[in-house]
């Protein structure tokens, strides 16, 4: 399961379209200093007109810095004029006149705003950073000053109400419903009074995030955890204990040691320091914070944020928070993620005791008189890792060399599956010299997409791995895709080749999975393109491409010695393959844990939220009754430092999970039907890859697989069926 985003979804979130999605920590201290932001007022924007480039490729080698600025201002004041005139129009709302008009409006904004936010995420600099800062509270009021506006509303639902009786195809339908919704959700349907109270809630709530994210900053800082003696740190790396050097000298405690916290429960030294005593000491300086009484303390927020939210899900209607935004997700109800919650908490937990049994064992084993903890969990588990596995992951880079892997893994099962050729053009210009352009073509030879790759890392690029959409599909707008896949793989030296780990090509067919949503998209208007589509659903068909990394005739295709050309040894695949499901235990009930604590705080009303003193006995009490509570193992984050559930993603951590029961339940049907053909990928775009957000999400999987979403295969693949419970 890789935990990545589109930034489709990013940018939705930055317009305000869909559910925003965890935000990213940016640096507010950067600067506006570039000289080329000075704007030079003789050259056109280049993004005033849509690129004369094949595919609309953005213009990377004319863009400047000093063109995003007056390109987002003129694209909001563009919108505005768009829908003060669908607003205003003094003929009887219709399909086209306001619905359709809507969607056709705002296309300098979506321009500049795709590439970019986009390039604010590859390849950022502090100008671009000054300006998304600035940009995000102008776009949230633009979004607001849309979806709060009467009369525009007024058209809207006069078309929904007629929608039966307009002959309108189903795509049509349901964009009429999904406007409608987005208004309804927003609170356009509020007595004036309501609306009144609503702004406040959320403008108090937007207060409390910042303020609940500075604290956690703050806290988790003066959380790190100080060393006197070199000795105790033995285990650690001479790299890491460098760096523990130096964060001590930078808090000016020269001569001693800092090892600062990472957001999460678990924190990486623990695998490998020695001295028991400071593991005990790291893990609960990560437990406690946000709890413990200091100035930063989280628990009188957490406790006001779940009165407001469940005070403003009742406003809309909604007997809780969880409710309201499970309705506009795959799951649908708060009882469909409840039932998946508790269908997986038992065997996971089973496997963690088992787990911790075996390790037990171990700290018995080698003397260690003492009940292990969470704090032991990493260290020993690395330990019986080793003993079981023999694995060197090093041992395995060599035969994954990058280009290799690219053009004779991930392509050629695309070639396999969907006939897909690939064609580098060297003649669009690019943003770095290092990135690479293909275009995708059909079997038939008929032109498809532009496919970006950008796979290195760079200091100005921010972690992790995703998809994005710089131009997206539609009929409408008569556009066709052009996505781009960005991971952050070290750049070898000159003239070496880049080896990658299997993770690394693990992530690669993953963001091509979300590649192949945005490349397949066939839908009318742009609001259900490509990965336009509900949260808990994004990241499954990409989790489903996961599944041809070490399918044979992939593997064999590509993983070879990139000196010798020799394919890699079986031996050596078969303990990559049989170390997966090691830990498996651990991993899901932490994960679990956090999923669980998100939907008990917002599956309340306002009256049953406690106060800041009962927030931790809430939480405790949560993870008791949903039979999660195994001490050696906490959730992955808990309450008072649980960044998902005070930013987009409250009652929405679920959401890797329910779309890896989907994954688990197409490799099935892949397996079942003959693995990869021309058949089952052709199968697969038609029902499932093409239809974006056209169509309700679990239908396209109905359509897909022919049945009902199962947890059996999932339980199977982490290895959660053979537990005792
Ligand atoms: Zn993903």
Redesign the pocket.
Known sequence: M?????LAAALALSLGITAPVMAEETDKSAQSADKSSSPASDAINPFFAPSPLPYQFPQFDKIRDADYTPAFEKGMADNRAEIDAIANNEEPATFDNTIVAMERSGALLNRVARVFFGLAGTNTNDTMQAIQADMAPKLSAHNDLILLNGKLFARVESVYNQRDSLGLDPESRRLVERYHTDFVRAGAKLSESDKTRLKAINAEMASLATEFSQNLLKETNASAVIVDDRSKLTGLTDDAIGAASEAAKSRELEGKYVIPLKNTSGQPPLASLQDRALRERIMQASLTRGSKGSEWDNRGIVASMAKLRAERAALLGYPNHAAYVLEDETAGTVEAVNKLLSQLAPPAVANARAEGADIQKMIDREGGDFQLSAADWAYYTEKVRKEKFDLDAEELRPYFEMNNVLQNGVFFAANKLYGLTFKERKDLPVYLPDIKVFEVFEENGDPLALFIVDYYARSNKRGG???NAYVQQSELDGTRPVVGNHLNIPKPADGEPTLMTYDEVNTAF??F??ALHGMFSNVKYPRFSGTTVPRDF??YP??VNEMWVAWPEVLQNYAKHYKTGEPIPKSLLDKVIASEKFNQGFATTEYLGAALLDQAWHQITAAQAPDADGVLAFEAAALKKAGIDYAPVPPRYRTTYFSHIMGGYSAGYYAYIWSEVLDAGSVKWFKENGGLTRKNGDHFRKTLLSRGGSEDAITLYRNFSGGEPDVQPLLERRGLTGAKQ
């Open positions: 890789t935990h990545c985003l589109t791995a995703w998809m993953h963001e999975g979300h994004v990241e990409s989790q």
